[in-house]
């Protein structure tokens, strides 16, 4: 048996396959990412599928912490100092029903206990389930929970000592779990955070971009980044670039299926600036956002402007380029910090036009970007909100820095 001086693992958890650029898992991989940055001993532990999953010996030893495959890496932007360990899923896992067949007994009966405990010292997950095994096993969690979700919390789990705190990114998603039982000393709102990537001055990729995109039909650029989909505001821009025909509007993200259909809306409503980029590489997106004029944030209103902490918002501001963005709620903090250049309410095309039309006079680009926004987005790196984070856990149950 491991003593308690050889668990010293920072586990992080997603039962996701870490295949897709989606929001939830870019926030789990970066999280993990900051922790070993700042010297942790930290292991980002995932479900791997597919035929190299099915190979026997990965299945009897199936906790390897290793460096991230260059893929993945680029993927999500993860560096060296982290490991990695995807558990393989039998074929059979989750096919059939019932729970002798599911990835959470296989997980809860199997790797946890037998290989991902000996050297655990605590777990960090946005996966309910994962949290109550690590407790049942008396190893201490944090739980990430950034959706309204009709849960009750089970008594014996959230008033545990091991359970050490919840972290939600909105006011109202804190209300909703207290409601369902989480005890209100328990949990805290904590935004999302940035990549330092993207503070990253990169003068020659934006040239590169501007050139590329503006192709001497445009003065201005745009740019929008982020998920596609019409409460995010996609369909709304499309709208706005109408009413601006001499500015270039750039969308960087999206599954093919929504850069097509977007693509398509676009001929359809003889909208002809537009350039519908599809997903854009972390490494590569820092300098799109710096070669932008604007960066766009038209959030619609509705359930989903409640509780966003859009992982954007934090990357527009570490770009340094002006933002243009929607009144939603969970954003009016930031109001008083003047890192918005121009505020407007949401669903109204016109009102979004008008609010691009006063920035692009009055907020000219500059190339080292503007220096309130670079200062005051240093309070979110994903390093400061680990260690936010960490300063709720009890020292007995932290891991200890290795540097």
Not at 38 to 62: D, E
Not at 288 to 312: E, M, R, V, Y
Request: hydrophobic share 40%; with cysteine; charged share 20%.
């Amino acid at each position: 048996m491991k003593t308690s001086s050889q668990r010293n693992n920072y586990i992080f958890f997603t039962r996701n396959v870490l295949t897709k650029p989606e929001a939830k898992l870019v926030q789990v991989a970066n999280s993990a990412n900051a922790a070993a940055n700042l010297g942790y001993s930290t292991v980002l532990v995932y479900s791997h599928k597919g035929l190299t999953s099915h190979n026997p010996i990965s299945l009897i030893r199936p906790f390897s912490p290793r460096k991230p495959e260059e893929k993945l890496a680029k993927l999500y932007n993860l560096q060296e100092k982290l490991k990695v360990a995807p558990l393989s899923m039998p074929w059979f896992v989750d096919k059939f029903g019932g729970k002798l067949t599911n990835s959470s007994t296989l997980i809860s009966k199997y790797y946890f206990p037998f290989h991902i405990l000996p050297t655990t010292k605590i777990v960090h997950t946005r996966d309910w389930n994962f949290v109550k095994v690590a407790i049942r096993h008396g190893i201490p969690a944090i739980y990430e929970h950034h959706h309204h979700e009709d849960k009750k919390f089970e008594p014996e789990i959230v008033k545990n000592p091991l359970f050490t705190i919840a972290i939600t990114v909105a006011d109202t998603v804190r209300e909703s779990m207290i409601q369902n039982g989480m005890p209100p000393e328990k949990v805290v709102k904590m935004h999302n955070g940035y990549s330092q990537l993207f503070a990253t001055r990169q003068p020659e990729a934006a040239e590169e971009w501007r050139e590329k995109l503006l192709q001497d039909k445009y003065q201005h650029m745009v740019v929008y980044s982020g998920a596609l989909y019409p409460f995010k505001g996609v369909d709304l821009l499309i709208d706005v670039a109408k009413d601006l025909p001499h500015v270039q509007f750039v969308f960087a993200g999206g599954k093919e299926e929504q850069v097509q259909a977007y693509q398509q809306m676009a001929r359809e409503k003889q909208v002809t600036n537009t350039t519908f980029l599809g997903y854009i590489e972390h490494h590569k997106l820092g300098s799109l956002l710096q070669a932008a004029d604007i960066l766009a944030h038209p959030h619609c209103s509705g359930n989903a402007s409640t509780f966003t902490s859009p992982l954007k918002f934090f990357d527009y501001m570490a770009a340094g380029t002006p933002i243009v963005s929607t009144e939603i709620p969970p954003l009016m903090e930031f109001k008083p910090a003047n890192v918005v250049a121009a505020w407007c309410e949401p669903d109204n095309p016109q009102e979004f036009a008008r609010c691009i039309k006063h920035v692009l006079e009055t907020r000219p680009r500059k190339i080292e970007g503007y220096s309130n926004s670079l200062e005051f987005v240093k309070q979110f790196t994903w390093e400061n909100r680990i260690q936010k984070i960490l300063s709720y856990v009890d020292d007995s149950m932290r891991p200890v820095a290795m540097n």
